[in-house]
């Protein structure tokens, strides 16, 4: 989803698509590229209509006060980037913008799984592990805007080194990345290990995604389900210390590996339930809004400035 | 601290201390005991002065929406007790209250070391450990009014058994009752150990409290440091990890066992600033106010009504 450009047209009470189109970053393209065809895509999507308010999910860091981009992780030229000035200019309107993950948290809270609650944390586990906050319905930001950042909490001090330096962090054992690679090790030091898995690859281990382990999990692969039990008891215990130390009203659970079956939700519900504390819900539910999530956020962030501009 | 009951008077811009008076609770007290010398500690300050507000730090978990307390878990008979209503009748004016750590967590960020901040974590390292959480500059309670329990996040899955029934906990490794039963332990098992410790106890185990570790570690009695140690890099891990869910501006600590010297606090800001991410800011602090946090605290929550009774 790396630089993927998503504009939503704000439409308001009831919210309804207007319309929406999808395009992706080209191979090789820098902020300058993606502004582009952003602005191409909203351009056609207005069709002349001035908007009232535009909000923004962006796929990285961003001071949602100053609606500076911090940086993005995966294309280059977004360091620094004033983009929140930049459309106001052109648009002649007020632009919020904030990171994804905060952004997905407030469209499930708007108009999602998160609908009746006063506090959510949404979390997305795909490629990576991340998390969104919304405390007395609104967005918590955190002193740095890093709040939210339970992919990093160790559940396994003596488990697998993460790219963030320490072991056994909720990405490291949870992320999709990370379990594909993990499988890929373990069948390449045994040939034997994961039997299925090696099969719906056809062999070849670079084709392996946590999607098909999870379809190797289904056919009873061991490698695959030892793989996904990992990765579910990590985020159970991820969440069960979320749960103590915020008491959200419910976790919102959304991204491509949280597809992988009953098993692999009943180990993080078990897991989350026995690590917060008894006086303490722990409410696990699946996403609604999927990826769409981040668009319906962009829609109740502009709509939220519309209702309450201050 | 069991049952201790304290009466702030509120006199508010600049809040000053009219008077206070402390009593604890006698041996084998109960409900009826604790209310009847809270009553006459309040009239004998009153002195017969119709109070605007009253405010209430109680030490166990409150229902702070209905003022009712859940219970004391040293003090038999407070169990679902509706302190607030009971007090609103007799003092005929409104009546605020909530747990001791969230109490503290306000005295500090009105009149102590958080007093610039938008947001702070306030832990106390006493007998056990406890948290409240500042966020937006108001108390964040969650769901269950359990927000900010620190002292459940599991630091070391191999470690040692806590009450709460899982290994490693913060509380588990970090407390002053579980620290000096740690000692108590080891030097039984092996009379050669912690020879300070020994000393200064006078070879009577019962006698030894955290604070006595405390003075023995300074002594170089290697017993005692590697105790604290331990209950310092169990603190670090539960701050890093709380900054990365929670990223508040400033973690505040008090209560006795951070009396533990500059080596204490030294592991403690290393092992937070190792666990959170590089992007996130540690600031951790001393309380300011100490044993009177909760007493501010309680000045601040009629305070915060009497200037929003919303």
Redo the contacts between chains.
């Keep these: 989803m790396a630089g993927l450009v998503d504009w939503p047209l704000v439409q308001i009470d009831p919210p309804v698509w207007r319309a929406h189109a999808r395009r992706d970053s080209p191979t090789g393209a820098n902020a300058e590229i993606d502004l582009e065809i952003m602005l191409d895509l909203a351009d056609g999507l207005l069709e002349g209509v001035h908007p009232d308010a535009v909000g923004v999910s962006f796929g990285g860091?961003v001071d949602y006060a100053s609606r500076v981009v911090r940086l993005s992780h995966h294309i280059p030229g977004w360091e620094e980037y004033p983009l929140g000035a930049l459309l106001q200019e052109k648009y002649r309107c007020n632009v919020l913008i904030d990171n994804d993950a905060n952004v997905a948290a407030l469209g499930e809270f708007f108009f999602g799984a998160g609908k009746s609650c006063?506090?959510l944390f949404y979390i997305t586990v795909s490629t990576g592990v991340g998390?969104g906050l919304i405390?007395?319905q609104q967005i918590?930001?955190?002193?740095?805007?890093?709040?939210?950042?339970?992919g990093?909490?160790?559940?396994?001090?003596?488990g697998p080194r993460c790219l963030?330096?320490?072991h056994g962090c909720v990405e490291r054992l949870a992320s999709g990345l990370y379990i594909a690679e993990d499988a890929r090790l373990l069948i390449s030091q045994d040939v034997q290990n994961g039997p299925f898995l090696r099969e719906l690859a056809n062999g070849n281990l670079e084709s392996i995604t946590a999607q098909l382990i999870s379809r190797a999990a289904a056919l009873n692969d061991p490698l695959a389900i030892t793989l996904l039990d990992r990765a579910a008891h990590a985020l159970g215990?991820g969440i069960g210390?979320?749960a103590?130390?915020?008491?959200?009203?419910r976790f919102i659970l959304g991204g491509g590996v949280t597809k992988s079956g009953e098993r692999f939700w009943e180990i993080i519900r078990q897991t989350a339930r026995?690590?917060a504390?008894p006086?303490?819900?722990v409410e696990i539910v699946p996403a609604a809004l999927e990826d769409y999530a981040p668009l319906w956020g962009a829609v109740a962030l502009a709509d939220s400035w519309l209702s309450d501009p201050s």
């Design positions: 860091p006063n506090s998390g405390l007395d918590w930001h955190g002193a740095d805007n890093m709040a939210g950042e339970i990093h909490t160790v559940v396994d001090p003596l963030c330096g320490k215990a210390h979320a103590n130390l915020i008491n959200p009203q026995q690590t504390l006086q303490i819900r």
